[in-house]
């Protein structure tokens, strides 16, 4: 069985991006140490689980529709609105996440990251398939934005089982998530 880790940047006060989905050098530190180790952290996973807001993010760094992003995994993306043919770096998820993703985690080994956005990831905690957290926790607050598991407000124990600090001041801890 497959293990899904959300695996994400955020602000101290829980954001993922600002409310026009932004979510680049204005908030998050992308120079330091921490960089060097998400990559390293990427390349340890099987495929990646994107909401299209978030896949949708990458076109204005010339992404397009169908393809990858430069991680050299397989992209699920999970979307009602986007149109484009799946393909074998690439499928198109547009009904049924929560049974598609259930489905996906009993078939698979291995590793999921989830990496955005929040409104899926309030979804997934809300149906107890997110397993682990890691979260790369900027040192800033921006007041309002995206929340980490978008209007979900989840009830859940956390287990800390890793806590990295780096001279930037970003702080990664890793919890396994306890459902109730």
Request: proline residues 4%; hydrophobic residues 40%; charged residues 20%.
């Amino acid at each position: 069985m497959a293990k899904l880790i959300y695996h994400i940047a955020i602000t101290l006060d829980n954001f993922i991006a600002d409310l026009n989905g932004v979510a680049d050098n204005s908030i998050f530190l992308h120079e330091g140490d921490h960089v060097t180790d998400f990559i390293s952290d990427i390349q340890k996973y099987d495929a990646v689980l994107m909401g299209g807001k978030t896949y949708e993010y990458g076109f204005q760094f010339g992404l397009k529709p169908g393809e990858p992003s430069p991680y050299k995994l397989k992209h699920y993306i999970f979307s009602n609105t986007m149109q484009f043919e799946s393909n074998d770096e690439v499928k198109l998820i547009k009904n049924n996440a929560i049974s598609f993703i259930q489905d996906l985690k009993m078939k698979e080994d291995g590793k999921l990251w989830l990496c955005g956005g929040g409104k899926l990831a309030g979804s997934l905690i809300q149906h107890k398939l997110i397993d682990q957290l890691v979260l790369k926790v900027n040192p800033v607050m921006i007041g309002t934005g995206i929340p980490l598991f978008g209007s979900v407000k989840p009830r859940v124990n956390l287990e800390l089982v890793g806590m990295k600090r780096y001279s930037n001041g970003v702080l990664k801890p890793t919890y396994n998530i306890n459902y109730f």
